[in-house]
Nanobody, 123 residues
């Protein structure tokens, strides 16, 4: 499985971005998918996850109410709508496919990683 993330860029604080991630095969359609991020000098952390059928979602506390994850199982796509962006959201964002149908909220639960897309939020 190859994951291609896109949609990153430079945005001012308070602005919005929408990240997209395309999976190369339908092997992701029965697995949870999600987004992690790694800021400068920080470890990779969970941001948002969605179960195989979209029925369950989970978010990092600091992004609740600002970020929304969604997926299109037919197109093998996962999205992250990011609103009210803050400088602290600056990071490389990675999409991920979970090992199981449920949400992967730790790196150990991830089967495949995308290449990452850089999000920079200026103050």
């Amino acid at each position: 499985v190859q994951l291609q993330a896109s949609g990153g860029g430079l945005v001012q604080a308070g602005g919005s971005l929408r990240l997209s991630c395309a999976a190369s095969k339908r092997t992701s359609s029965n697995n949870g998918m999600g987004w992690f991020r790694q800021g400068p000098g920080k470890e990779r952390e969970f941001v948002a996850g969605i179960s195989w059928n979209g029925g369950d979602t989970k978010y990092k506390d600091s992004v609740k109410g600002r970020f929304t994850i969604s997926r299109d199982r037919v197109k093998d796509m996962v999205y992250l709508q990011m609103n009210s962006l803050e400088p602290e959201d600056t990071a490389v964002y990675y999409c991920a496919v979970a090992r199981r149908a449920l949400i992967a909220s730790t790196a150990r639960e991830v089967a495949y990683w995308g290449q990452g897309t850089l999000v920079t939020v200026s103050s």
